[in-house]
C-alpha cells in the first residue's frame, strides 16, 4: 500500500463573518481493490482503525476545529435552555401487571435516566432500579427487564457506556437482593420465566473463543438457565448449526404451558417459527414443532385464557392480520380470520380484556393508517368490531396490553407532535378512556400546527410528509419561504409515528418548518411499502426524499439556501445518499451515527445483519445495488458541498464511527465550497439510550449548526399554550 500525504482544501470566509475553515492534511492512501471487476478506491481505509495514532490525531484535530466552529454558534444557550425546559415534564410508562403488583418506569423532572418501580397492592411504591444510584456518573442504562409470572424475582439488563452490551441480573422483589448476575452476552436477550419462577429461557452468545474472530457479536443460542446456577451449566435449547447471524425469540405463555421460539435472518422481513407444548415435553428438551420454516412473511403467536392461539401474520396479507386457531394445530389451513386485513390501515398490535365481570371478552386493535393511530373494539369471539377509542389526537400509541391473568382494563401510551407521552386507559365495563398517569411534572408546551402533505416521487408513486410549522400558518404556505428541516429514515420497516420531540417544538417555536417524510422503506403502508425501499429497490428511498424537499421549495415553505436534512444511523444513509445525488438542494446536512460505505458496511459493528435489507458486496449483482449510491464512493472533488455535521459516538457497536470519519475526510477534501465540513465525536455514549444531560447537549449543538446554516433567529418565538 502507497500512502499520498495530498492536502487538504482550506476554506476561507464565505462573506457572512464565520472564520476560515482549515481542515488537516489527511493522507490519501493507494488503496485500490478489484471487486468484481471494478477498481474500487478506498483512500481513507487508516481511518477505519479507531486506535491507530494517526487516526487518533485526526480525531483530536477534528474536535479542534468542530470547537472553533462551535464558538460562533450563537444560539446553543438558547437551544440548550428550551430543549431543557420541554424535557421537564420527565416520563411514565404504563403498567406491567403481576398478580397483584404492578412495574412501570418513571423519570422525574431533574432525573437523569427513568427509574423501574414496583407498586404493592396497598399502593405502596418502592424503587428498584436505579441506574443513577447504580453509576452516579450516569453511564450506565436499564436496556430491559422482566418480572416471573407470579411478580416475586425481576430479570433486569444493564449495559455501560453506550455498548449496549447488556448483562442480565435477578432480584428479589420482596426484599430488594441480587439474587444473581452479572450473566454476560445476553445483547438484545428476551427473557422467558417459566411458571414457577425457578428458571427462564433466555439467548446469549457463544464465547468469543468459540467463534471465529470477528463474528463475536454473533453467533446466538437460546437456552434454559436456572436461577442462581452457574450459567456455564446452562442447558442449550435451540441455535446449533443454524446461521451466525440469526437473531431468536423466546417467549412462555402466560399459564406457563407454551414455549414459542421464533429465528429470523437478521433483520429480514420473515421468520422462522415453532411451538412446544412443556405440559407434554420436558422444558429442558422440548418437542419444537413448526409453525412456519422458510415462508417469507412474519409471524407470531399468543395464547388465550379461552384457550385458542392468536397467530398474527403478515402471510397473504402485507398489512397485518389475525388469525385463531388450535394450539395443537397451527397449520396455516387450520386458521380462521378473526382480523381481517384493512384496505389503507396497518394493524400494530393487540390486547385481550376477557375478565369474568365483562358481559361478553373483547379485543383492542391498534392500526396505523399513514403512520398515524387508531384503536378499534373487537368481539373477542367472531372478531365482529363493536366500536372505536376517541384518541386524544392525531398521534401514536405504544405498548398497549391488559391484566395477563384477565381483566376488563387495557394501558398505553398516547403521544403526538404537541402531546407530552402519557398513559392512557381503557375500561371496558364503563367504555371510558380515560389519562391514568401523567409525567410527574408541569410543561408548557408551544403550539404548533400539524398538516399531512402528500407529494408525488420521481416514479409517482404518492409520498406522505407530516409537515410541522408555527401555528398561525396552519397548514397554509408563509408569507415568505422559513427556514425548514427534512428528516427521514426509510428503511427496516419503520414508520416515522407522530411524537413528542423537543427538539423539533424548539425549531418550529422559533419560526422554522419541521417536515417529517413517510419514506419508501418504512411500514407506514405495510411490508409492501418497506420492500419498495429495500435491496434493489433502495434508490426509491432517496428518490422519495428528494421530492419531498423539491415540494417543499416548490410550494414556498422553504428555499434551498434555507434547508437542512437531517437523518440518523439508516437515516444518515439516506442523508449521505441524497447528499452526494443533489447537492445543489440543502444548505445543510446533519447526519448520525450513518452507515457511508456501503461496500465495507458487513465487516464492522453489526452490519453483517443488514445484508438482507441492503445486499452483500460479496454478491456481484448485490455489489452493484450498492455501488450505485453509496455516500463514501461517490464524493467527487470540485463539487459544492452542503455544510456538513457528522454526530458520531465512539462507543457505537451497532453503527461503526469509521464510516462518518471516512466520509468526512473525502468531504474536506473534494468540496469547492466554503461551508465546513465538522464532525462532532463523543465519548462514552453509543446508538441507542443516554442520559438526559448528553441528550440535551447533543441537541444544542445540531439545532445551533442547523440555526448557523438556514439563518433562522430563535428570538422570534410563537405564543405558549400550557400542557
Known amino acids: 500500500m502507497s500512502v499520498n500525504a495530498a492536502g ?17 492534511n489527511a493522507f490519501r492512501a493507494d488503496v485500490v481493490e478489484e471487486i468484481h471487476g471494478y477498481q474500487v478506491e478506498d483512500p481513507y481505509r487508516w481511518l477505519e482503525d479507531r486506535s491507530d495514532p494517526a487516526t487518533s490525531q485526526w480525531i483530536d484535530t477534528q474536535a479542534e476545529i468542530f470547537g472553533a466552529q462551535r464558538e460562533n454558534w450563537e444560539t446553543i444557550d438558547h437551544w440548550r435552555s428550551r430543549i431543557e425546559a420541554l424535557l421537564g415534564s420527565g416520563t ?43 453509576d452516579p456518573t450516569g453511564l450506565t442504562t436499564l436496556d430491559a427487564w422482566q418480572p416471573d409470572k407470579q411478580g416475586r424475582q425481576l430479570a433486569y439488563q444493564l449495559s455501560v457506556g453506550g455498548t449496549e452490551e447488556s448483562a442480565v441480573y435477578v432480584l428479589d422483589v420482596e426484599s430488594g437482593e441480587l439474587i444473581e448476575g452479572p450473566i454476560d452476552r445476553a445483547r438484545y ?52 448449526n443454524r446461521k451466525a447471524t440469526e437473531y431468536f425469540g423466546v417467549g412462555v405463555s402466560r399459564d406457563g404451558r407454551w414455549l414459542t421460539i421464533s429465528a429470523s435472518e437478521g433483520t429480514a422481513p420473515r421468520n422462522d417459527l415453532w411451538v412446544a407444548d412443556l405440559e407434554s415435553s420436558d422444558p429442558a428438551q422440548p418437542d419444537l414443532l413448526a409453525v412456519q420454516v422458510g415462508v417469507d412473511a412474519q409471524t407470531s403467536v399468543g395464547f388465550g385464557r ?48 376477557d375478565g369474568d365481570e365483562l358481559e361478553r371478552p373483547i379485543m383492542l386493535v391498534s392500526w396505523t393508517t399513514h403512520a398515524v393511530a387508531e384503536v378499534t373494539i373487537h368481539d373477542l369471539a367472531t372478531g365482529e368490531q363493536i366500536g372505536e377509542l376517541e384518541l386524544p389526537g392525531i398521534g401514536t400509541i405504544g405498548g398497549m396490553s391488559g391484566h395477563p391473568d384477565g381483566g376488563h382494563e387495557a ?88 411524537s413528542y420531540s423537543p427538539s423539533i417544538l424548539s425549531w418550529v417555536e422559533a419560526g422554522g418548518v419541521y417536515a417529517i417524510a413517510c419514506l419508501r422503506g418504512g411500514n407506514e403502508e405495510g411490508e409492501w411499502w418497506h420492500r419498495d425501499g429495500m435491496l434493489a429497490k433502495k434508490q426509491n ?24 436534512i437531517s437523518g440518523g444511523s439508516n437515516g444518515g444513509l439516506l442523508v449521505g445518499a441524497v447528499m452526494t445525488q443533489r447537492p445543489d438542494l440543502f444548505a445543510g446536512v446533519h447526519c448520525s451515527a450513518p452507515l457511508l460505505d456501503m461496500l465495507r458496511y458487513e465487516y464492522s459493528g453489526l452490519g453483517a445483519t443488514w445484508n438482507v435489507e441492503y445486499g452483500s458486496a460479496a454478491e456481484p449483482e448485490q455489489f452493484e445495488w450498492l455501488r450505485s449510491y453509496s455516500p463514501y464512493h461517490k464524493v467527487r472533488e470540485g463539487i459544492r458541498y452542503p455544510a456538513t455535521l ?25 468540496t469547492a465550497a466554503q461551508a465546513p465540513i465538522l464532525i462532532r465525536n463523543e465519548a462514552n455514549v453509543g446508538h441507542g439510550a443516554r442520559s438526559v444531560s448528553r441528550s440535551v447537549e447533543l441537541s444544542a449543538d445540531v439545532l445551533a449548526f442547523m440555526a448557523s446554516v438556514t439563518g433562522l433567529n430563535p428570538g422570534r418565538s410563537v405564543a405558549n399554550d400550557g400542557e
Open 189 to 240: 436477550s428476551p427473557i422467558a420465566w417459566l411458571l414457577d419462577g425457578a428458571s427462564y429461557y433466555y439467548v446469549r452468545r457463544l464465547p468469543p473463543e468459540q467463534v471465529p474472530q470477528g463474528e463475536e457479536q454473533f453467533h446466538r443460542r437460546v437456552w434454559l438457565h436456572k436461577v442462581g446456577d452457574d450459567p456455564d451449566n446452562d442447558v442449550l435449547i435451540f441455535g446449533e
Open 646 to 670: 457528522f454526530t458520531v459516538f465512539d462507543q457505537d457497536t451497532r453503527v461503526d464511527p469509521m464510516h462518518a470519519r471516512k466520509m468526512c475526510a473525502a468531504l474536506q477534501f473534494a
Open 411 to 498: 394501558w398505553f401510551i398516547y403521544t403526538d407532535h404537541a402531546t407530552i407521552p402519557r398513559v392512557m386507559k381503557f375500561d371496558a365495563l364503563t367504555g371510558d378512556l380515560t389519562v391514568a398517569a401523567y409525567p410527574p411534572g408541569f410543561v408548557a408546551v408551544p403550539r404548533i400546527s400539524a398538516t399531512m402533505k402528500v407529494c408525488r416521487s420521481k416514479d409517482g408513486t404518492e409520498v406522505r410528509l407530516m409537515l410541522l410549522e408555527p401555528i398561525e400558518f396552519d397548514g397554509r404556505p408563509p408569507p415568505a419561504p422559513l427556514p425548514a428541516v427534512l428528516y427521514g429514515y426509510g428503511g427496516f420497516g419503520v414508520s416515522m409515528a407522530p
Open 92 to 134: 411514565v410508562s404504563p403498567p406491567v401487571w403481576r398478580k397483584d403488583r404492578r412495574f412501570f418506569m418513571r423519570r422525574n423532572p431533574g432525573q437523569e435516566h427513568a427509574v423501574l418501580l414496583c407498586v404493592e397492592p396497598d399502593d405502596t411504591e418502592r424503587v428498584l432500579i436505579d441506574p443513577a444510584a447504580l
Open 306 to 353: 379461552d384457550g385458542r392461539a392468536y397467530v398474527y401474520t403478515d402471510l397473504d396479507a402485507q398489512r397485518g392480520r389475525i388469525c385463531v386457531a388450535d394450539p395443537l394445530d397451527l397449520r396455516v389451513e387450520a386458521r380462521q380470520d378473526l382480523i381481517r386485513e384493512r384496505t389503507n390501515s396497518v394493524l400494530e398490535g393487540y390486547a385481550i380484556l
Open 8 to 24: 487538504q482544501h482550506a476554506g476561507s470566509s464565505d462573506g457572512s463573518g464565520d472564520p476560515v475553515v482549515r481542515y488537516p
Open 541 to 564: 428511498v432517496f428518490d422519495d426524499f428528494i421530492s419531498c424537499a423539491e415540494w417543499l421549495i416548490d410550494n414556498r415553505w422553504t428555499t434551498p439556501d434555507q434547508l437542512v
